[in-house]
């Protein structure tokens, strides 16, 4: 080998050393990857109540504002059950006053009674205990009664026996005539006085009878003026079951009220409206179609406010923090570039969000390098035109010195 050929190669050399130093320099303070897309806000419009399709406004890839109307579905089923939802509120309403207004009026009908029962007691009592005097004394007007008959008749056999004993005389003409006369008018006076005192005694018996026959009645009197008091002071407990049933009525107004929002709500739901501005995307509802609840018809795609999500490996986000300067280029926009920074990055590597994440503890292990999902924001104002749509390819770098 000539000289010129050993100059020529310790040039390459050189050239080849500073180059590689170059590009390690190049490469230190950096970390890049193609594993990386926009990503942006998709929200997914679906129908919370059922019916048929009367009108469609939304058209695909058409933008529209928030509040805009998407899809209008048939109301007239959810009009029909306001209505009947608002005459039940009403009856519930008319129920709840009218055992509301029941429960001062057995308040004061159960003190009514009480006081009325209560009265009804004590003349009870009264009645039987002068029902029980008058028995008393009508059997000591009978054990009067039998005591003056005893004596009575005690005189009428002494005035009879002194007629006997004048009999006897008078016919011998040793008194006078007058003498047995007046003993013959005093022995019937005794037998009159005797059948008067027995006359008393039927009295005071008929007295004793009927005097029983009025205990007996005062009685009864006081067994139904018991029972009448042991119902009124059950009155506190209907007046306690009156205002639970007005309580009962209270709650039905609620749920009344309750299913009358509803309704209301089920009506308003008939109306889809745009809940944010963006881009309609994958419509799958047309005129006339029936829907179910929770059907999904469209989507909205917001494309004033996208990012980046790069997938780096474990290897390189040693380095890479939040507040970052990156560079982004879109493939699709022919790798035009635009600025961002680190906004953050994932608690846990893609793997483990997917369906069936790896379980490296079951069969032959094999090291594979885990990605781990960095979110970088996308500065203002580069993007006027929109161009940046969800799921375009993007090759970020993010500057770690």
């Known amino acids: 080998m000539t000289e010129r050929h050993w100059m020529l190669a310790i040039a390459v050399g050189l050239v080849a050393a500073i180059a590689a130093i ?31 399709i009367l009108r469609v406004e939304a058209k695909d890839n058409r933008r529209v504002e928030a509040g805009a109307l998407l899809v209008q579905i048939d109301p007239r089923d959810y009009q029909v059950a306001v209505d009947r939802a608002a005459a039940e509120l009403a009856d519930a309403e008319a129920l709840a006053q009218a055992a509301q207004t029941g429960v001062p009026i057995a308040a004061t009908m159960t003190a009514s009674d009480v006081t009325s029962a209560s009265g ?7 009645g039987l205990a002068a029902a029980e005097a008058e028995i008393d ?15 009575k008749q005690a005189d009428a056999v002494k005035a009879g026996r002194d007629v006997e ?47 029983e026959r009025r205990a007996d009645q005062a009685r009864a009197s006081l067994q139904q003026a018991q029972a009448g008091v042991k119902a009124a002071q059950t009155a506190p407990e209907q007046v306690k079951v009156t205002r639970a049933q007005a309580a009962a009525a209270v709650a039905k107004v609620m749920q009344a009220k309750a299913a009358l929002a509803q309704a209301r709500l089920n009506l308003e739901h008939t109306t889809i409206k745009a809940p944010t501005t963006g881009v309609v995307s994958k419509r799958s509802v047309e005129m006339g179609q029936v829907i179910q609840p929770g059907q999904p018809l469209l989507a909205l795609v917001t494309l004033g406010d996208v990012w980046v999500t790069a997938n780096f490996k474990e290897t390189q986000i040693q380095s890479i923090r939040p507040g970052l300067r990156a560079v982004i280029s879109v493939d699709a926009l022919g790798g035009r570039k635009f600025e961002g920074h680190v906004d953050s990055v994932a608690p846990a590597t893609g793997a ?29 104002d580069q993007d006027p035109e929109q161009l940046l749509r969800p799921g375009l390819s ?8």
């Open 137 to 151: 004394s009508a059997k000591a007007r009978l054990v009067a009664a039998q005591a003056r008959l005893r004596e």
């Open 352 to 380: 483990r969000f997917s369906l069936l994440p790896p379980e490296n503890a079951a069969g032959n292990y094999v090291k594979v390098v885990q990605r781990v999902p960095v979110k970088i924001v996308i500065e203002k």
């Open 394 to 401: 993007a090759t970020p770098t993010v500057y770690t010195r």
């Open 22 to 52: 170059g590009f390690f320099w190049y490469s230190r303070g950096r970390e890049s990857t193609d594993d990386a897309q926009i990503d942006g806000h998709i929200t997914q419009v679906g129908a919370k109540v059922g019916g048929t």
């Open 120 to 126: 009804a007691l004590a003349q009870a009592r009264a």
């Open 165 to 211: 004993r004048l009999k006897t005389l008078i016919a011998k003409d040793e008194i006078s005539r007058q003498q047995y006369d007046a003993a013959v008018a005093a022995a019937e006076a005794a037998t009159a006085v005797v059948e008067g005192a027995r006359s008393d005694i039927t009295a005071a018996e008929t007295g004793i009878h009927v005097a």
